[in-house]
């Protein structure tokens, strides 16, 4: 949300946003910007500059780093085997979580967004519980979740 009014969250928008692409090139936030999407890239076109690409891929790893970058604001506390709490400093929010061999739920409106459009998906609240654990990725906690759960 900018500026007091909401956008609607879209598969495109929550991962190719203006916003993004303002961040990944450290552009100031009254940069005027227009973005379409391609197969594989972004065609960015900055008022008073040559358009360029950005490829999917780069704003995928911007989503993940995000979120990764926004846990370190975010403290977590066990509740039960499994469950958590984690509060969000800059927000002063409190999510509920569960940490499960499949994945890392929350109750926040991101994690929602990216079941709904990617079934599955990481919130920068459950980085937070994947550092509590130890973990850098949620890859690295499920196969070490598979690992223990096969093991003879």
């Not at 984690?86 to 109750?107: H, P, V």
């Not at 991101?110 to 079941?115: F, L, P």
Request: charged content about 25%; some cysteine; hydrophobic content about 40%.
């Amino acid at each position: 949300m900018e500026q007091g009014f909401s956008i609607m969250v879209t598969y495109t928008n929550i991962l190719f946003s203006v916003s993004a692409v303002r961040r990944m090139l450290g552009l100031d936030s009254k940069a005027t910007i227009q973005i379409r999407e391609f197969f594989k890239v972004i065609w960015v076109w900055i008022k008073g500059k040559r358009p360029t690409f950005i490829s999917k891929t780069a704003f995928k790893q911007h989503f993940v780093d995000r979120r990764k970058a926004d846990a370190q604001d975010v403290r977590v506390r066990a509740i039960e085997d499994g469950s958590y709490t984690a509060f969000s400093i800059m927000s002063g929010r409190q999510y509920s979580l569960k940490a499960t061999e499949k994945a890392i739920a929350c109750t926040c409106e991101d994690y929602y967004n990216q079941i709904q459009f990617f079934g599955r998906g990481v919130c920068k609240h459950g980085y937070a519980v994947l550092n509590f654990l130890g973990f850098n990725s949620l890859k690295d906690y499920l196969n070490d979740c598979y690992t223990a759960n096969n093991k003879l």
